[in-house]
């Protein structure tokens, strides 16, 4: 026998949506639907201090964007973006190169 079991994942106790406000700081926002409010705010907090004067085309950005991933998924809340922008286009994904 093993010593590990098959959990199911618990579901997400709080969501945060951080929304891109556009080039003039305060240049985030931070709206939750959901979740104990001393810990969103808590969350909050740190997510921005890491995103501080950092537009979405700062190169890092992205490294502290990973930083907030890896830490709501640490705290079980779900994160969204809105970064004003569709993601796939700015990254150059898409059908454009096929053919």
Do not use: C
């Amino acid at each position: 026998m093993t010593d590990t079991m098959e959990t199911q994942p618990e579901p997400p106790v709080g969501h945060v949506r951080v929304v891109y406000l556009g080039p003039v700081a305060p240049h985030w926002d931070f709206v939750s639907d959901f979740g104990d409010k001393g810990m969103i705010e808590q969350f909050k907090a740190r997510a921005q201090a890491r995103l501080l004067l950092l537009p979405p085309h700062d190169p890092q950005f992205r490294r502290n964007r990973e930083r907030i991933i890896r830490d709501a998924d640490r705290e079980n809340l779900l994160i969204d973006w809105d970064l004003g922008y569709d993601e796939e286009e700015e990254s150059g994904i898409g059908d454009a190169n096929e053919g």
